[in-house]
Structures are given as C-alpha cells and as structure tokens.
C-alpha cells in the first residue's frame, strides 16, 4: 500500500510538472502573504513591548513606572522594595531617555541607564563581548550600542554626533561596545546617563527580576509603596496586555485581509483538483478493479492535497520570511516605527506552524469535494465508452433554491458585518466568509444558465467555431470552471475593495485635515520630525506668541503613548475654541466607540505629582490622528498638570490685513539662527498622508499578491485543459486546425473566465465595500469614513481585460504547440 502511494503521489507529480508548479506556487504566494503579515505583526508588537522592558533578556514579573515620565522619581524607592519583597527578588534599576542622531537621518533611538558596576552586562544582554561577573575586565568605553543601531549610524561614517538631553554627545565606532540584541538603543552606567541628563538620583523604572511571580500579598504590599514614592507598579501581564492592545485593531484588519488572500489560493488549488480528478479518474477506476477499497482511494485523492499544502506550506513560509526581509508587507503605525521592526530577526515557530497547518487543512478542504467524487467511482463507468458525456450527464444543475440560498447568505452575512463590535474579529470574518460563499454560489449557478446562451449566439457565426468549442468545453465543466471564475472574481473584489478603503480614508483624512488645521504656517523642528519627539522649545512659543503682527499663535502638542485606563492612546495638546470648557477633556468618535468611554465619563489622567486625576470628557469629535483613539487636552489644563519643554509644533495664522509675504518674511526673521523650519499647510496635509501611505502601504502588497495568484489560476486552468483534451486538440490539428484558430480557442476561454468573474468581482466588491469601510474597519479603527469607491480604477480594469486575456493564453498555448499529434491520437 506504501507504494501504491509513493507511486500515485509522486509519478503523477513527475509527469505533470507544469499543473504541480503553478498549484505550488499559488498555495505558496497565499501562505507567503500570511506568514509576512504574522511575522511583522510579531515584530510590531515586539518593537513596543521590549522598550517597556529595558530590553532584557531576563525573567521579568513586573515593573515600578514612575508616575513624573519627563524626570524620573527618587531611587530612595529602592531599600523600601527590597524591605518587603523576597530574596530571591533582584530589583533593576533604570533611566530611560530618548535620543537622536544629528546627521541627516535623524534616528530615533532609546537610552537606556543600568547599573553596570554592580551587575555584569552579560546580565542584562548578549555582547560582543564576553564580561563574567567580579572580572576586572577593560571595555572600549561606558557606551554600549545595539547591533541595528550600529550597523545605521555607522554605516557609512566612523564618528557621529547624537543628541541626549539636549546634551550633544560625540560617538566613535572604534570606542564603542556592540550588543547583540535588536532594538535601536544605546546603553550607559545608570550614574553616567544620570549626569548627562541631570537626573541624579532619578530613576524612570524598575524592573522586578524573579522566576518566581508575586503573591497576591505581595504585590499588594509594593503596589502601596510604589504610589507612597511617585511610582506605579504593573504587572508583566498588564503590560503585555497594554501592548497587544495597542496594535491589536491594526492586526485584525490585516488577519482578515491575509486570510481572505489565502482563501482565493485555494479556490485556485481546488479548481486543480477538479482537473487532477478529471485526469486521474481512469487510474482509480483500475486501482478499485485491483481490489483497492474506495476508501483507500478517498484518502489517495486527500493524500495529494496534504503534499502539496506542505509542500507550499513549507515554500511559502520560506517566501513569507523572505518578503520581510524585503519589507514588502512591512506594518508601520503612530506606535511601531519601520526601523524599530526592521531590527528584529527571531521569528518563534509557531508562526511558521500556524502557516503550515493553514495550508495542509486549507489544501485538505480544496481536495475534500473531488476526494468524494473519487471515492464514488464505480469501476464498470469505464468499460463504456463516451465519459466526458457521462461524467457531463452527472453534473448537477442547479436549481432556484441554490440561488436563493446564495443570495440569503449574502444579505446575512452583510448585516452581521456591519454589527457593531469594537475590537472583535469573529463577526467580521464570518460575515465575509458568508458573503463570498454567497457569491461563489451565485457565481457558479449563473455560469450554468450563461454559458449555453453564449454558446447558442456562437453557433451563428461559422468563422467562431474554434471559440465556440471553447465555451462548449467550459459549459461540459461548469463546476470546475466556476472555481477559476471565482478565483478571478475575489481577487477583483479584493482590489476594489481596499482601493475603496484606502481611498475612503485618504479622502477622509484630507476633509478632516482641512478643517482641523486652519493655520498658515506650523512650525517644527526638521531633526524631531521622523522620531515623532517635540522639538520645539517653549520658549520661542513664549517669544513669537508676543508678536501682534500675527492674528492668532496657537501651541500644539502630541504625545503618542500616552497611559490611559490600562491602554496606550495619543494625547494632542492644544487651544481649544472657545465654546469648550477648559478643564474638561475631548475625545475622539474612535476613541469613544472602542473604549466605551464617551461624553459624561471620566479618564483617570497620571500626572506628574503621581495623582490620578478624574478628567471628564465634554465632547468627542471625529479626529483620524491615530488608529487607537486620540484624547485632546488643553494647553492650559496641560500646563497645570506637567512641565512642559518643548511642543511639537506652533501654528500661525497670518493677518488678514498684512500681505502674505509680509507676514512670512516676518515669520522667517524669527527661525533665523534656529533648527526650526515653517512648512505650509498643504506641506503638512502632505505629511498626515505620507503617514497614512506607510499605515497602508501593506495593502498594495497584498493586492498585487492577490492579482498574481487569481493569473495563475487561469493559466493553470488552460493548462489542465491542453492535457486533458490532448486527444480532442491533438485530433482538431491533424484535421486542419492551425495555430491562430488553437490560439482563438485559448483565448476565448481565458476571456470569457475572465470577464465572467471580473463582473461577480465587481458585483462582490459593491457589496464588500460598505462592508470594509463601515463594518471592519469600523469595529477596528472606530473611524467613520466618507465612502468613495474607485470608479477609475473599475474602468482601467474593465479596458485591461483583452490585454490580460491575451496574455495569460500565451503559456498554455507553449503547451497546445508542444502537443504531438501523432503521440496523442496514438493513445486513442
């Protein structure tokens, strides 16, 4: 029996290396595109969560947070936690900064201050270096450098110039220590950084090393110190919980797009699974006739499917790992910043597992229809003659209820979309899921009743016979088909569809950055502006806001990780109008709709002092500044609860009354001599786009993924067509048949294929589209979008469509030229 399989699966993988190669890589481009979108989700999360840590590699509990996060609280903190916790407890002390470099760059970075007299490095990290603890052992400096940051600043120069608290330090690649670990940091002694930063005796966390968690008693005990000293104590699970959190909408969104692609991957494999049983079914008809069980040959026909989802399991995961290296289906937001995931390599197996199950179940499910098929073989079918009639004569035709059964399930599966549910993923794929089942089924009931009246108005026409028998030879195969016709068609309904997200949005943002952004000019810091760190220093808001040659000067503020209720959330800081109280806060719609937290309820704010103060939100408007949810604070209350040093930006509004080179001559005569630069407000609409690109970038990737697989499936679909009809095709050319007329023949199949699912995909998408935009993205982002489908783009498509007929013929007509003519008829 071993061999009877080793026989079937790789004899016929042997024979036909074309079919193989093209299901191969459609499972494979699907897993890849899945696999990418995990792996960066990984590291996305990875990239925000580390830093919270100090980056170390030990077996942290949990963490004292101090409450003044601009300069750090008293270490006196210390003896009291080491008084009531257990022994075995090791306490890590740490400062943690932020940094630039001061090339043209400007790379962002964290600074990091441990104590590393006490303490080997080794510790704390892997180095370059090999340091055993109580060994007297001379380093280059006190300067430690992760390898991503390294590998940057010292790409191309020796010595570079970074910026620490407004210090401007000098590094040297030949007096640095290099530490093996990901992130972009640098580490010093915790009293060196203390003194560069003129926080002595501050700390900014404690990291509370144990291999053993808390007790509920104890916890409770440090919990009380931590707020007695101005620190908040958390938990590692708090903490990891805040992080998944974070970018847990923008997961979602991409898990469902990644999912949908690799289902459109095995519509394709299981339209080459009709064709393998179309091929094969004479092979079983012998094995049942050699006494194998129809059982046995079920689970043959399953056995190649499990094969090849390994197989293309194993190859796209390799791919999928291969296109982050490429940054292909990279994931940026306001949080996880390019650079910071770029620099991590360990990717946890589990990863490549899920992908290799998705593919060995998903390959399973594609061969499980035509398994059966098999299995319901009889070997007396061939002992008679006229099978194609037979097998035809078998297919069912589908009735009204199928329709109408179809249909139910697109109107279910639209509203249970567009339910309102923040954060959830299970509505949204289940109302997708049934959307697309509904289509497909349409679809497939649709080619049935289409096709004979296509091939009637053809019978008309005697210079179309050669097409003619193409559209004959689909409507003998209307199930296998269908599947390619529903390949083409979620791959069109999928462009359209994000086309219709990714527009909706940028036509949002523009409209909604219109109005919120009323000034001339904002001034900003060039240098802070790629690290998302304000660099404006308070005292030239202070000197320009004097100036009465302008009409209005407003300050603005932004703090993207801003610790709200056990989530982290972007706080804006600036002047509100007139008609809001001062005192109270705003939110965003999105803000309000994910977090339950709306008009009449309070926000527990941290301030410096270490208090929480009840702030009650007066109003929410719609805000598209950050996918998590934006909380908006006055300039006034803000100064009241924190120090503030620098703003992100000042906006200016020109008089009226003034010419406006006048105005911005004067503006310039005040950035003479600074690092500050104005940008206009159409240069900063620019910007709020030029982020929204990079959060969506992902989407074209998949998009193009999505195109590339449905083109293979038609391509494969003409290929198993060319083998299966050799003798028909092979007889057509030994009667006349030349190669124009086989190329006609070809190509009115891939056309009408074509075309035939564009219009479901185009029907799909007016249905996925609401879908998208009000209902997943909705319960992910919270955003209310303003719909804009892309008509443009449907009548580019619509025009390409001979072109793309023409050229996915091109292939299997290689083959259809190949063919011998003598060798096949020979069989017959």
């Known amino acids: 029996?071993?061999?009877?399989?080793?026989?079937?699966?790789?004899?016929?993988?042997?024979?036909?290396?074309?079919?193989?190669?093209?299901?191969?890589?459609?499972?494979?481009?699907?897993?890849?595109?899945?696999?990418?979108?995990?792996?960066?989700?990984?590291?996305?999360?990875?990239?925000?969560?580390d830093p919270l840590f100090g980056f170390s590699q030990k077996s942290i509990t949990g963490r004292f947070l101090s409450k003044d996060e601009l300069n750090g609280n008293s270490e006196y903190i210390l003896q009291k936690i080491y008084d009531h916790t257990p022994e075995d407890l090791e306490l890590d002390p740490i400062l943690s900064r932020s940094g630039t470099t001061k090339d043209q760059n400007y790379t962002p970075f964290v600074v990091f201050g441990k104590d590393l007299i006490s303490a080997s490095v080794s510790n704390f990290f892997t180095t370059s270096q090999k340091i055993e603890p109580q060994q007297n052992i001379k380093l280059k400096s006190e300067i430690f450098i992760s390898t991503p940051l390294y590998s940057k600043v010292f790409e191309n120069t020796n010595t570079i110039y970074v910026e620490i608290?407004?210090?401007?330090?000098?590094?040297?690649?030949?007096?640095?220590?290099?530490?093996?670990?990901?992130?972009?940091?640098?580490?010093?002694?915790?009293?060196?950084?203390?003194?560069?930063?003129?926080?002595?005796?501050?700390?900014?966390?404690?990291?509370?090393?144990?291999?053993?968690?808390?007790?509920?008693?104890?916890?409770?005990?440090?919990?009380?110190?931590?707020?007695?000293?101005?620190?908040?104590?958390?938990?590692?699970?708090?903490?990891e919980e805040r992080t998944s959190k974070a970018l847990g909408s923008l997961k979602l969104n991409l898990t469902i797009v990644s999912l949908v692609s690799v289902l459109i991957s095995f519509f394709m494999v299981a339209n080459s699974f009709s064709g393998l049983y179309v091929s094969r079914k004479k092979e079983f008809g012998i094995l049942l006739s050699l006494g194998v069980s129809r059982r046995t040959n079920f689970f043959l026909f399953l056995a190649q499917g499990l094969v090849l989802g390994l197989l293309g399991g194993i190859i796209g995961a390799g791919l999928g790992y291969f296109f982050t290296k490429l940054n292909l289906f990279h994931i940026t937001n306001t949080l996880a910043s390019a650079s910071d995931i770029q620099s991590y390599t360990d990717i946890p197996i589990r990863i490549y597992l899920s992908a290799m199950l998705i593919s060995g179940i998903g390959s399973i499910g594609s061969a499980t229809f035509n398994a059966y098929k098999t299995y319901k073989i009889l070997p007396i079918e061939f002992l008679r003659e006229k099978e194609v009639q037979l097998d035809s004569h078998r297919s069912t035709v589908l009735n009204h209820k199928f329709f109408l059964l179809g249909f139910g399930l697109i109107l279910l599966g639209y509203f249970v979309s567009l339910?309102?549910?923040?954060?959830?993923?299970?509505?949204?794929?289940?109302?997708?899921?049934?959307?697309?089942?509904?289509?497909?089924?349409?679809?497939?009931?649709?080619?049935?009743?289409?096709?004979?009246?296509?091939?009637?108005?053809?019978?008309?026409?005697?210079?179309?016979?050669?097409?003619?028998?193409?559209?004959?030879?689909?409507?003998?195969?209307?199930?296998?088909?269908?599947?390619?016709?529903?390949?083409?068609?979620?791959?069109?309904?999928?462009?359209?569809?994000?086309?219709?997200?990714?527009?909706?949005?940028?036509?949002?943002?523009?409209?909604?950055?219109?109005?919120?952004?009323?000034?001339?000019?904002s001034i900003l810091n060039p240098q802070k502006l790629n690290s998302g760190l304000p660099g404006v220093p308070i005292e030239f808001f202070e000197t320009i806001k004097k100036e009465s040659s302008f009409a209005k000067i407003e300050p603005f503020l932004i703090k993207p990780k801003f610790g709200v209720n056990s989530g982290l959330f972007t706080l804006n800081v600036l002047k509100f109008e007139s008609k809001y109280n001062k005192d109270e806060l705003i939110v965003s719609d999105n803000f309000c709709y994910l977090?339950?937290?709306?008009?009449?309820?309070?926000?527990?704010?941290?301030?410096?002092?270490?208090?929480?103060?009840?702030?009650?939100?007066?109003?929410t408007k719609e805000h598209f500044f950050s996918e998590r949810g934006t909380i908006l604070m006055d300039y006034s209350l803000y100064q009241k609860h924190f120090q503030l040093k620098e703003l992100n930006s000042v906006r200016v509004h020109f008089d009226n009354r003034k010419s406006f080179q006048e105005s911005k001559s004067l503006l310039q005569s005040y950035l003479k001599d600074t690092e500050l630069k104005e940008i206009s407000r159409s240069e900063l609409i620019d910007l709020y786009l030029e982020g929204m690109d990079q959060v969506f970038s992902v989407l074209s990737s998949l998009k193009?993924?999505?195109?590339?697989?449905?083109?293979?499936?038609?391509?494969?679909?003409?290929?198993?067509?060319?083998?299966?009809k050799s003798i028909l095709l092979a007889g057509l050319r030994a009667i006349?048949?030349?190669?124009?007329?086989?190329?006609?023949?070809?190509?009115?199949?891939s056309s009408f294929l074509l075309m035939f699912g564009s219009m479901f995909g185009i029907l799909n998408s007016f249905v996925l589209s609401p879908i998208v935009v009000y209902g997943i993205n909705r319960n992910a982002f919270g955003w209310n979008l303003e719909f804009n489908y892309p008509f443009t783009l449907l009548f580019l498509l619509s025009l390409s469509l001979p072109l793309i007929a023409f050229l996915v013929s091109v292939f299997p007509f290689y083959h259809f030229k190949s063919l011998k003519i003598a060798r096949e008829l020979s069989h017959e």
């Open 736 to 749: 006349g048949m030349d190669s124009r007329q086989g190329f006609s023949l070809l190509l009115t199949q």
């Open 1 to 49: 029996m071993f061999f009877i399989y080793v026989y079937f699966l790789f004899g016929y993988f042997r024979e036909h290396k074309s079919r193989i190669l093209f299901s191969l890589l459609g499972i494979s481009l699907g897993i890849a595109l899945y696999t990418s979108t995990e792996i960066n989700s990984y590291k996305a999360e990875k990239s925000l969560k």
């Open 704 to 724: 193009g993924t999505a195109i590339v697989i449905s083109l293979l499936a038609i391509i494969t679909s003409l290929i198993h067509y060319i083998k299966e």
């Open 595 to 619: 977090e339950k937290l709306c008009v009449g309820d309070d926000l527990l704010i941290p301030i410096e002092t270490g208090e929480m103060i009840p702030m009650r939100i007066q109003a």
């Open 165 to 239: 608290c407004n210090q401007s330090l000098l590094l040297d690649k030949q007096n640095i220590n290099i530490i093996e670990s990901p992130g972009n940091f640098l580490l010093f002694d915790l009293r060196k950084l203390q003194s560069i930063c003129n926080a002595e005796g501050k700390l900014d966390m404690i990291l509370l090393v144990s291999k053993t968690p808390l007790t509920p008693e104890q916890e409770k005990n440090i919990t009380k110190i931590s707020n007695d000293y101005g620190f908040i104590y958390e938990s590692k699970e708090t903490i």
């Open 419 to 521: 339910l309102d549910s923040p954060k959830q993923i299970l509505p949204g794929l289940v109302g997708v899921g049934m959307v697309i089942l509904g289509f497909v089924m349409l679809n497939l009931w649709s080619l049935q009743r289409l096709i004979p009246i296509v091939v009637n108005k053809f019978e008309k026409f005697q210079s179309f016979v050669f097409p003619n028998i193409g559209l004959r030879e689909i409507a003998e195969e209307s199930w296998k088909h269908a599947l390619t016709s529903s390949t083409i068609m979620l791959s069109v309904s999928l462009v359209l569809t994000l086309t219709a997200l990714t527009d909706s949005y940028r036509s949002s943002l523009i409209k909604w950055a219109e109005i919120e952004n009323t000034e001339d000019f």
